[in-house]
């Protein structure tokens, strides 16, 4: 049912938005201010098709989700990119508005329990741009943050008890945690999911993978001039077995064939 749900949101969205509708994405308002929610429109300035998110205040939030690495572990994303176009020299080098967007991640336990895993990409370690367009290898070695679950702030969420530390994780030692949006009862039922958790103002609908924009601080304020951005992209891929897993899962059918031959 889930699924039917979401099928229907991106239809309507690209029935009443037109060119905002990216194949697999869908943007969504998060969060209002206390003057109204922030603004999602399309850009044609600096390229056809770009789409502008403009956060005008603090405690907006909005975002670009996709569920197209849904059912695939962290370990086993591949491409995270999102093409910034607006000119970021007029914020100060490093600041929340001239690094943005960040993305967040539903993950889950496979026991019941959700998380959002994120970036911060106002962190030294993101310098250069590669917050923006990263492969494994660059991710991997990243610091993570974890919300939206009960504990997080007294370490004592499942996150912490699965791993055994409660600071410093990397991307690289979650990397077994599966990809996957929990459900609206789950969000409506709390679960130490906040305001600002990653799914969208009204219905409730969440999406595995968000472009994020906007946070509950005036540290992420676009301004008028919003977040001018396009061609979000996240793949994952399952790895390939090694000859050998292939050698023996062929011998394992040539063997059921023989078997039921005989018989």
């Known amino acids: 049912m889930k699924k039917v749900i979401k ?25 209002e201010g206390s003057t109204g929610a922030p603004i999602i429109q399309t850009n044609n300035t600096i390229q056809a098709g770009a789409t502008e998110f403009i956060t005008y205040e ?28 607006d000119d970021t020299s007029r914020f100060t080098a490093g600041s929340g508005p001239a690094v943005a967007p960040y993305f967040n991640i539903w993950v889950t336990d496979g026991n019941g329990n959700y998380a959002v895993v994120a970036n911060e990409p106002s962190n030294a370690e993101w310098t250069g741009g590669n917050q923006w367009n990263m492969d494994w290898a660059t991710l991997s070695g990243k610091t993570v943050k974890f919300y939206e679950t ?12 699965m791993f055994g530390k409660t600071s410093g994780l990397k991307f690289s030692e979650i990397s077994s945690l599966k990809i996957e949006a929990p459900s609206i009862d789950y969000i409506l039922d709390g679960n130490g999911i906040g305001g600002g958790a990653p799914d969208e103002l009204g219905t409730n609908i969440a999406y595995a993978f968000n472009w994020v924009f906007g946070d509950t601080l005036a540290n992420y304020v676009s301004g008028q001039e919003g977040f001018i951005v396009a061609n979000p992209i996240v793949t ?6 090694a000859p050998g897993a292939i050698l023996l899962s062929g011998l394992g059918v040539s063997m059921a064939g023989y078997i039921r031959r005989r018989r």
């Not at 099928?7 to 969504?28: F, K, M, S």
């Not at 009960?150 to 008890?161: A, D, F, I, Q």
């Not at 994952?236 to 077995?241: C, K, M």
Request: net charge neutral; with cysteine; proline share 4%.
């Open 7 to 31: 099928a229907c949101a991106i239809a309507l969205t690209i029935l009443t938005t037109g060119n905002l509708a990216v194949a697999g994405w869908r943007p969504y308002v998060i969060r």
């Open 150 to 161: 009960t504990g997080l702030n007294n370490n004592t969420s499942w996150v912490y008890n």
């Open 236 to 241: 994952a891929s399952q790895p390939v077995p």
């Open 58 to 85: 603090a405690n907006q939030k909005a975002a670009w989700g996709s569920d197209d690495v849904e059912g695939y572990t962290i370990g086993e994303l591949t491409s995270i990119s999102i093409q910034r176009l």
